[in-house]
């Protein structure tokens, strides 16, 4: 089972916490295969925070990967959001270059998730009769107004001028921080391209706001249609959102298989936002500030 996370310096606490509770909460955790991706050129010093932390990267069941921002297209995010821009946050366009041709199925996760129950069921539940992609519904539909939203004239036109049908905006967008990809369905379907072709339209005209969801959404309705949905138990979002939104019970956060920090605070200390929920990462924070960014 292949799991990847991508994260730049600001976030790398968040993927030891992403490696411990995925390996610790995993009944057979030898089935595991995580794979870090990183800007190229700082694979060393991610090695040094890992090994700081007491993680070791094998390039067997922990392997890095460095991220060429090069391979991207020009990109402008329409949102005033944190860490949007980050090429990291694309990464997920080009699993299939980074992994290699011998791997399929591969469950992604944001460096803001901490996971309680067992990976391994998650990806053994997901992409039957090898679906493309499964995930999380959102409560809106894809219409809705706001910067979730792909309510907008001029994406209607492109849409319908690229695929031949509406935007069906009655649909429910997903929340891509927990996804499960088919890489080959992906490869054949062209998606890496399809990404990159609304990236590039969107730093023209301005389409549509926020940073990866939105192309990522356009592609998958337009090549293929809907994801598998996967059970709500699976992720319990919007922990690090300003508003009602961030509001948790105690059961839901008990119960939930799956925590995401989406939103602008998180769970370790960044420049930006405030700590939330900090005592639900704690345990699996390693030794925390302890170990530096930089290597330390």
Known sequence: MHVLVGADRTHWP??????????????SPARLRLHLVVLLGEEGAFRRFLRCHGLEADGERLSIHGFDKARLPALKVQAHLTNLESPLNFARFYMGELLGPGVCKVLYLDAD????????????????????????????????????????????????????????LEEHGFNAGVFVYNLRRWAALNLTEEAEYWIEANTREKLYQLGSQPPLTLSVLGRHGRCQELPAAWHLDCLGCIGQGRIKTAAQLADAKLLHWNG??????????????????EPYAGKGAQCKPGGG
Do not use: M, W
């Open 113 to 168: 998730v901490v996971v309680q129950g067992d990976a391994a069921e998650l990806a053994d539940l997901a992409l039957p009769r090898g679906a493309l992609c499964a995930a999380t519904l959102r409560k809106n539909t894809l219409g809705v107004k706001g910067v979730q939203g792909l309510k907008g004239e001029k994406l209607q036109a492109r849409f319908e001028s690229r695929y031949g049908r509406p935007l069906p």
């Open 264 to 281: 602008p605070n998180k769970p370790f200390p960044t420049a930006k936002g405030k700590r939330a929920h900090a005592e639900l990462f």
């Open 14 to 27: 968040g993927v030891v916490g992403v490696i411990n509770s995925v390996t610790r909460n995993c009944a």
